[in-house]
């Protein structure tokens, strides 16, 4: 066997609660694609970091080439030609390609750049990549693919040896990513190693040569692809039971009235924000009482679905029944109106107010309750709602006047809760409900889910972990691409089959 | 069961200590005015204390102080507007049009001269003018999604540019008494004037009243109402404002129409002060202002800050040119002092809170 480029043996790091990796050991071959695979929080994202020389592992080496190397930042590592593309670009989208290329490496003498060398330099780099593109093109104007282009040509011109691809697939259409897995076989071709990750089994299948699986954290397997099947991937990275974290199911409410419907809802390409997602005619309808997971791949448009049903972005076009009625939602204000609430992805940026208190958080949507006859808040109504709220959903809190920044995210998770219980909403989204928060609170906020849906609450549930969707729901739709390419129903449901529907590109369906 | 609660003793002794720090964060700027307040005190030796001084210090803050109202609204939403002091000196001139029925500047200080509006009309007009003109901008901000930056920017060379069309370039001067009154007048307090056997009347002055009155307004509405609540929202998470079913552009609308309400009002005011519209009134007082409003605690960015500390940071202002007249600082060295104080202030505000925070 040829000497590994790439040897990380017993890599261990943790984070404060939690062991990310444990006694992980990754090998790449030179001039090899190696898939590197796994669920969300399997720990992938962390062995990446410390490669990238984000992250320092508390124990375990790391070999280049035969010779120990440590990274201490990710200047050193891109010194040992470990160059690593993102899913969010590391570009500045004002400059132009060529700028972009050389960033912090300016050709030039002294303080004036020779903008000639460097447009001829770039091109060298971009045009066996395939861009035909003038270099002093503004990067902000060119396609996400484009985009990529010119990080894996910065990673050229560092004259580097392993190239990190951290889900370069998650934003392409069908041709693009033909297109990228070429230019990656190019690279293998002139010796250069790639590290790829992905959720999209079909791409691992079609361009990687070995694959490194982890799950939980530690390796769950490791193999030559000529050797595997899709399902045996899946099992690598599943392999494990869904524990009875998820206790307290109810009986599967399909008798119950239909409390939310929603038909046809469709966005199209459009042309202002051309890397939006887009939703193909998504129809679905929850019950009251029922838990609804949507399943799909990070960038599938279960979010959008979730935003537009709320009113929060603009649809094309598409229907929405609350009962049996047909209501027209433009606005947040509107869907509140209708009785729908929603409990968005990112806690910091779309739900919590930081400096202001537990209460006026929790209170903010709700304050009609607490106003009395003159229209001004009644402090103590608040209080008692507060602390109503906070008794129900056991909020950790010395009291409601405590900053919510100072809370933890659980906590900070129960009170965005919270604020939608107070309007007691018919219909509750909950978008990635226990992301970041830990395993206690995710425990108490699975629970809390499944008492609200005891109350005849609708609630449709997103998550990213298959696990809680296969745990809390009773009933999975699965969404691929803007598109819905399956229904599971609770008892039927397994890992394997989500995945193979979350990753059933229109392609491969026909 | 909960752990906080399970635990009393604990939780008294850590909300007691985050009481201690919350007052002294929240008057910051309290201490930082009685401070000033007592070194004048000392040094002028006494005279800064004298009550007629008092109400002198008073009286001048007014204007600036109601207009800082307004604007601690719109900083609390995360805005800025640039174009009050050009806004005061169009609704002040609108209301001298609309008192005298003409823009020529008659001198004649006759009751009888007055075929305008009267006082009540020019009130309405000056609160009127200013209210709209920040209504435009507001439109343009939320709905064009222009930063106001931009759009106040444009506002305060545009009403500059109207005023002066409007009056010719001149000022328009000579009102009746009652007009005058606004600015002038004063709610006596004999006792005062005879205990400091003052040779003028000493008393309250009906811009302080009007500025205090308002205040007191504004302070009820953020801190009692929805309305208020709302204000702050948007301005600590716009999107979060958003998503939580608020009508984010109506509100970010409407703390335009108030600091514009207020910068009308402000112009009427000094107007009535003056005896007299000047077309060139107010130029620079959007940086006092807004110098109040930051000096009183209110966060650049939105979401956090009071009308107190606004009141307390028009009063630090005020406070200061007067003590720096009163000890014949020259009028240059003044202008660095008082810069100086401003970054002081904040200095001082951002070093407790931050001390609150750890």
Redo the contacts between chains.
Sequence with gaps: MTQPLLKMTAITKHFPGVLAVDHVNLEVLPGEIHGLLGENGAGKSTLLKILSGAHHPDSGSIELNGQPITLENPHQAQRQGIVTIYQEFNLVPQLTIAENVFIGREPGRGVLLNWRTMADQTRAVIEPLGIHIDPLTRVRDLSVAEQQMVEIARALSMQSRIIIMDEPTSALSEHEVVRLIEIMQNLKAKGLSIIFVTHRLDEVMRSCDRVTVLRDGRNAGEADVKNITVPDIIRMMVGRTVDDLYAGKHALPTANPVALRVSKLRRKVNIQDPHAIVLHDISFEVRQGEILGIAGLVGAGRTEIARAI?G?DPLESGEVYIGSELVNIK???D??RQGIG?V?EDRK????????AVR?NTT??A??RV?NRL???N?RSEADLMDQY??TL?I????GEVRVRNLSGGNQQKVVIA?WMALQPKVLIVDEPTRGIDVAAKAEVHSLLHQMAAQGIAVIMISSELPEILGMSDRIITICEGRLTGEVLRADATQEKLMELMTRRESAAV | MDQATTDPKLMDSSSQRLDIAKLLGQFAPLVFLVVLIIIFAVATEGRFLNPLNLFNVLRQVSVTGMIAIGMTFVILTGGIDLSVGSLLALAGMAAAIAFKGTNQNTLSLEASDAVGLGVAGAVIIACLVGAFGGFLQGMVITRMGIPAFIVTLGGLTIWRGLTLILSNGGPISGFTADYRYLGQGLIPLPFLTEITQSRVPIGIPIPVILFLIFAVLAHVALRYTKYGRHVYAVGGNPEAARLSGLNVKNITLSVYIIVGFFAGLGGLVSSARFNSSEAVAGIGSELDVIAAVVIGGTSLFGGEGNVLGTVIGALLIGVLVNGLVMLNVSSYLQQIIIGLIIILAVAFDRFVKSRRRS
């Design positions: 709320f929060a606005t947040p204000q869907a509140i929603l968005p940026q779309q739900a919590l107010f930081l400096a202001l006026e903010i949507a304050l009609n106003l229209g001004f808040v402090a906070q008794r056991n950790r809190m010395t009291s604020r």
